[in-house]
């Protein structure tokens, strides 16, 4: 299996680079600079990136990016998707300038979701500096954040990020849609080479966008309120209110981003010990708020 170490950036594509400019600096926080390939660089630590934004003709996820420690680890990740015969093509010059890092391997899991492993980032130490006055996210040795990605296939896709990717299973939460009669729809949250509870979740049905959503983290409640006002000012659209989740004790709210994935935009997650883990079901989403009806109801109208 591959060692992963966590999140290391995501990677969108949009029709509107200039909303996803107003939405990365005056609703996220976070530095928006242009890339060399014509799109957009979100910068929220002292990495060049941790959002890539890719001009294209569709509104949605491309990749997920994954970080392992070295040319060694990096050489047994090609080792085990060979092994398990996954097909995968290595990043050429071009790729790896643009992604900022020195070796890039990518490849699909069962449900279509693509991955990229890479090693080595080009650290320029330019600093943070939120345009609104973010002091910081909370990213470092656990990654950015995590990422939640549709699987239909979800039997061969849980297997393959455990097999395969070397993800461990964290918890459990078999969803079951208001309304409905024996529909069970499971999501299971998957962690790596670090504590943040999951760096990975999969979601038992398609989305459009490519992603539910992807999470980013800040220091406190204050300046998760922020945002709130943020979003609300600038006419964005919110997907959950404001609540604290039941698995990983995250304090947040969910809104719309330009490329019609969601963004979670939390506070307090736990960050575990995996020797004193018990891995159970939940049954609760969480512990208070988050009405998530909004976004429910888009995900299970059918699509014309």
Not at 124 to 148: N, Y
Not at 246 to 261: E, K, V
Request: with cysteine.
């Amino acid at each position: 299996m591959m060692d992963i170490r966590g999140l290391a950036y995501v990677v969108a594509e949009s029709t509107d680079l200039p909303a996803w400019r107003r939405y990365g600096q005056d609703v996220l926080g976070m530095m928006v600079q242009d890339s060399p390939a014509e799109g957009l660089r979100l910068k929220m630590d002292e990495r060049q990136f941790r959002i890539a934004v890719e001009p294209g003709a569709r509104d949605a996820y491309v990749a997920s990016g994954w970080e392992v420690q070295g040319p060694e680890a990096f050489q047994s990740a090609l080792a085990v998707l060979e092994q398990h015969d996954v097909a995968h093509r290595l990043g050429d010059a071009a790729l790896c300038a643009q992604r900022c890092v020195q070796q890039l391997v990518h490849f699909t899991d069962p449900s279509g979701n693509r991955h990229e492993v890479v090693w080595g980032f080009q650290s320029d130490f330019s600093r943070f500096a939120s345009p609104v006055g973010v002091p910081r996210f909370v990213t470092g040795d656990i990654g950015m954040g995590h990422t939640v990605l549709p699987a239909p296939a979800f039997a061969e896709t849980a297997s393959f990020v455990q097999n395969v990717m070397g993800f461990g299973l964290s918890d459990l939460f078999n969803f079951r849609p208001p309304g409905t009669d024996g529909v069970v729809l499971p999501i299971h949250f998957f962690h790596c080479g670090n504590g943040r509870h999951h760096s990975l979740a999969l979601a038992g049905f398609p989305v459009e966008s490519g992603c539910v959503h992807v999470m980013v983290e800040v220091d406190d409640v204050p300046e998760v309120g922020r945002a709130l006002d943020r979003m609300l000012s600038h006419g964005v659209v919110q997907t959950a209110t404001l609540g604290q989740h039941t698995n990983d004790r995250m304090i947040s709210f969910y809104m719309r981003s330009p490329s019609n994935f969601d963004v979670e935009y939390g506070c307090g997650g736990a960050v575990v010990d995996w020797r004193e883990h018990l891995v159970h079901e939940f049954t609760r989403v969480s512990l208070w708020g988050h009405d998530f009806s909004v976004s429910q109801k888009v995900l299970l109208e059918p699509k014309g």
